[in-house]
């Protein structure tokens, strides 16, 4: 670690802000989508699953391309939001945002399935006492699902971590504000003399996929097929 180059340093440390950050932004909708598909039944639902995958089905450039379209600064919605100072495209900003939207489908399905174990029996039992639905989100589902959803922002961490092409397409690669870790390594693929750092790169983002794939098993249960008491 120690012998990155401050180029280097400086692509994982916006890779660590940008990955945590699209976690962050992602989880209250993620908490609500996911109590939304566990809890109800509803018309259309079939569509927001299916709308749902679509990042982890889509080539990632495709996805890329569609924020373009839809928050670049001429975008559909991005030219109303740039003339309030709200600028995605290029920006690292626009990086969290992708980072976000590639990682959204494991942070729901992880709380959806930590949602779907909890015993609705003590959620009716808390509303024949009185308790609204809001209470019973924030008392008893959300406790009771707090390894899932700690399994979940952990395995959408490292998507987000990991992210190239969507990044690359809707931001680019500007040093010091959307060259990203996966982005530093592609472009030292390229450039003579770049293997080394090529090497130190892939060992750092190993690492931290190594150690989100086991603290999401650690804490998945049931998500990794695991019984809580193996």
């Known amino acids: 670690m120690t012998a990155l180059s401050i180029d280097e340093w400086q692509a994982l440390a916006l890779s660590l802000r940008v990955a945590t950050l699209s976690v962050v932004v992602s989880l209250p909708f993620a908490l609500g989508l996911a109590w939304l598909l566990s809890r109800r039944r509803f018309p259309g639902r079939l569509l927001i699953e299916a709308l749902l995958f679509l990042p982890l089905t889509l080539p990632p450039v495709v996805t890329g391309y569609a924020l373009l379209i839809l928050f670049g600064r001429h975008g559909w919605i991005g030219e109303s939001l740039a003339q309030i100072g709200i600028v995605f495209a290029f920006r690292w900003t626009g990086a969290v945002l992708a980072a976000a939207v590639m990682g959204f489908p494991l942070l729901v399905l992880s709380i959806r399935v930590a949602f779907d174990n909890v015993d609705q029996r003590l959620e009716r039992a808390a509303e024949t006492l009185g308790a609204s639905a809001w209470r019973r989100f924030v008392t008893i589902v959300v406790p009771l699902s707090t390894r899932g959803i700690i399994a979940g922002s952990v395995l959408a961490f490292a998507r987000a971590f990991g992210e190239f092409g969507a990044t690359i397409t809707f931001v680019s690669s500007i040093p010091g504000e959307t060259r990203t ?50």
């Open 181 to 230: 870790l996966p982005i530093a390594i592609y472009e030292l693929m390229s450039v003579s003399g770049g293997d080394a750092g090529v090497q130190r790169l892939t060992v750092v983002a190993f690492a931290v996929a190594l150690a989100a794939t086991i603290t999401a098993a650690v804490f998945g249960g049931s998500l990794w097929g695991r019984r809580r008491d193996d």
